[in-house]
């Protein structure tokens, strides 16, 4: 959204994340976004260079492939007409109107909420501030966004569940690996800063009340041991297996710890 007014000279190119907005253990589909980012820096004559972080890579094949085909022409690169070539590529005819779908409804949850980072370090961060006695902090996640997100996460999933059988045999496993096992973890993301909120607001309703207490407590934890064993047991693709177990993803992205949350629920418990 800034440019600068003058070059001043200087010849300037292109630098851009392949996992850009914050993402740093699946793929944010940004297909039309990165169209219309490298398009605006070249009509401004931006061209002296293009450098593409690949981030770990093979999370983020689709915009890596966005960022080469825009640097080979970006005049002639159509984001609609990728999206159909590259799922038909890979998954087939048959199935690629719903992987379309699946990728531009994990998108548009993305641009609702935030990217999988943030959405962990919101959890963690509400998290810390009730393990330290903090529970009247206010929460900067907006919960209409959060539930937004949430039905449009649980929409791609399903969305890519329903192709599945459209996908051919020998597409399978790579399918699973960046199309349904990505949707599935955002969503557990999504699941557990959904109810990290739900249990801190109850914290703040001045409600005392066991029974429900412990609904929101239970709630919140299963929906981390949830997201935790998801990424630990990781897609079914065996080649990749470890990729992305809780004690390898990036020092600033891991879910919140089991003990921590077990711990907050034993303060707070009424």
Same mark, same amino acid.
């Given at each position: 959204?800034? +440019? ?5 000279? =200087?010849? %300037?190119?292109? =630098?851009?994340?392949?996992?850009? +907005? ?20 070249? &009509? ?20 890596? #492939? ?6 080979? $022409? ?10 159909? #070539?590259?799922?038909?590529? !890979? %998954? ?5 109107? *719903? ?16 990217? !999988? ?29 959060? *539930?937004?997100? *949430? ?29 349904? %096992? ?30 429900? !207490?412990?609904? =929101? ?13 998801? *990424?630990? &047991?990781?897609?079914? +693709? ?20 089991? $003990? ?7 303060? !707070?418990?009424?």
């Amino acid at each position: 959204s800034e +440019w600068p007014e003058d070059k001043k000279g =200087y010849d %300037f190119g292109i =630098y851009i994340h392949a996992g850009i +907005w914050l993402n740093h253990v699946i793929q944010d589909p940004l297909v039309h976004q990165i169209s219309s980012a490298i398009k605006e820096a070249v &009509s401004r004559k931006m061209t002296n260079n293009i450098f593409v972080n690949g981030q770990d890579f093979k999370h983020f094949i689709l915009n890596l #492939e966005v960022c080469a085909r825009l640097a080979w $022409d970006p005049e002639r690169f159509d984001p609609d007409a990728f999206y159909t #070539e590259w799922t038909n590529r !890979y %998954f087939g005819e048959k199935a690629s109107p *719903l992987v379309v779908n699946s990728l531009k409804l994990l998108n548009e949850a993305h641009t609702t909420l935030a990217g !999988y980072k943030d959405i962990t370090a919101s959890s963690v961060n509400i998290l810390n501030n009730l393990e330290k006695g903090n529970a009247n902090l206010k929460l900067s996640d907006d919960r209409k966004n959060v *539930l937004k997100a *949430l039905g449009l996460a649980e929409a791609s999933l399903q969305t890519a569940i329903t192709a599945i059988s459209l996908v051919p045999d020998e597409s399978q496993l790579v399918y699973d690996d960046q199309i349904v %096992f990505p949707a599935t973890i955002y969503l557990d993301n999504v699941r557990l800063l959904k109810q990290v909120v739900l249990y801190t607001e109850f914290l703040q309703s001045g409600i005392h009340n066991n029974e429900i !207490y412990e609904y =929101y407590a239970t709630a919140m934890k299963d929906a981390l041991v949830k997201m935790r064993n998801t *990424l630990d &047991s990781g897609g079914k +693709w065996k080649k990749w297996q470890g990729w992305t177990k809780c004690e390898n993803l990036r020092v600033f992205t891991p879910p919140p710890q089991i $003990d921590q949350v077990d711990n907050i629920i034993k303060q !707070y418990y009424q």
